[in-house]
């Protein structure tokens, strides 16, 4: 699976984002922070997005063409496909002498194998991998599916079009501390995890429409909503993947603040809003994030 896709896939099956009500105007994902002598905009992504509707909201051009460079949680522009495969060789296969039937039980490998089937997917393919790369997987085979393009992610976009510009790109972590929190997971965790996404599988469409229209929409309300709703219960999950990264990050963020140029931070979506968010981390230490439009 291609590193963008197993991104966006794990993005997109830690909930869905109910429509709501429109906010009272236009709003971006897009938030600009002042420092005291440059500008830092956070930007929240949604990792794949349709072929058919994939233009970016008007401020993320803008906050690009303002910025000297481009941040993301990884550096895409220097990330090696070989070196994520590998690392997902090493690190997301089960131990010598398990497979994936007994490990997860009869009744879920019943249930993983009519998914797999149903995304034309051998079970066979994922009886050596780890609970937790199996339900990234499924999930990322839904998504393509829908017609998500990881070309077409906000990264990508932008990666693309600052490698054409020959502008600074730079990451906030490197491929071991993004998917380590994965990797970590008791057991026990990771079949929740699976659980979580087989469940989810069949309402796909909606929440794929739901999880669009609240990205560009801008509702960070919603946001907010989503993981207050679908953390509750699995804190387990929520620390390594949001809460613990956004607190490596923050210092970088705020080192960034420290400078003279403008640049352009672009990370997941659900790392921007609710508690432990980056931008209440950041009002927390004094700086006023201002939502653009």
Sequence with gaps: MAWQRLCGALLLLLGSLSAGAPPARAA???WAIRGAHNTVYLAGSVHLLPAQDAALPAAFGRSYSDSARLVMELDLAKL???????WMLEHGALPAGETLRSVVGEGRYLKVSAAAAGLGLPTEVLDTQEPWVVGIELADLEYVHLGL??????EEQLVHRAQADSKPTAGLETLDEELAGLAGLPRQDQLRLLDQTLDELKDSPAELEEIVGAWRRGDAVRLAALLSKEFRSFPALYRPLVSERNERWLPKIEALLKGSDNS??????????GEGGLLQLLRKDGFAPTQLD
Aim: glycine share 12%; with cysteine.
């Design 80 to 86: 090696d496909p070989l070196a994520a495969g590998s």
């Design 264 to 273: 352009l931070v672009v990370v997941g979506a659900l790392h921007l809003v």
């Design 28 to 30: 971006s994902c897009v």
């Design 149 to 154: 393009d990881s070309q077409q992610g906000v």
